[in-house]
């Protein structure tokens, strides 16, 4: 996906939501190396935006991504393939003939990958000075 705006967007999120997204886009796209300024090298498939929302989640709102997502509406990854696909339509963003809602769907549980397997780093905090 590549971000494009130049149309309204039907938007049954919260607008935090699709604003989060377009920010987890962007912090994919760096942290995977690709360049933004084309479409052929600046993509990232459905499963990549989810990682990147999911490490871009922990790192604004660690332990509470699940309760600031929901505020915004969403449950399940699924929900953020609906935006994405919402994006799509709307003319914000580019997809590829590979790109599929069902890329989305299912692909982590919120509560395994934002308490669970939550880590709380205290080296720093530990360490003599």
């Known amino acids: 996906?590549?971000?494009?705006?130049?149309?309204?967007?039907?938007?049954?999120?919260?607008?935090?939501?699709?604003?989060?997204v377009?920010?987890?886009?962007?912090?994919t796209q760096e942290q995977?190396?690709?360049?933004?300024?084309t479409e052929a090298t600046g993509h990232i498939s459905g499963?990549?935006?989810?990682?990147?929302?999911?490490?871009?989640g922990l790192?604004?709102?660690?332990m509470m991504s699940i309760?600031?997502?929901?505020?915004?509406?969403?449950?399940?990854?699924?929900?953020?393939?609906?935006?994405v696909f919402q994006l799509i339509e709307a003319g914000e963003?580019?997809?590829t003939d590979d790109d599929q809602l069902h890329d989305f769907l299912g692909v982590y549980d919120f509560s395994k990958v934002f308490l669970d397997d939550y880590t709380l780093d205290?080296?720093?905090v530990f360490t003599k000075s």
């Open 1 to 20: 996906m590549t971000s494009v705006r130049n149309r309204a967007t039907p938007r049954t999120y919260h607008p935090m939501a699709y604003k989060f």
């Open 22 to 27: 377009f920010s987890a886009l962007r912090f």
């Open 32 to 37: 995977l190396g690709r360049d933004r300024s």
């Open 47 to 56: 499963p990549e935006l989810l990682d990147g929302i999911r490490r871009l």
């Open 59 to 62: 790192q604004h709102f660690g």
């Open 67 to 83: 309760v600031v997502f929901k505020t915004w509406g969403i449950h399940i990854t699924d929900d953020f393939g609906k935006i």
């Open 93 to 95: 963003m580019r997809k």
């Open 122 to 124: 205290t080296s720093e």
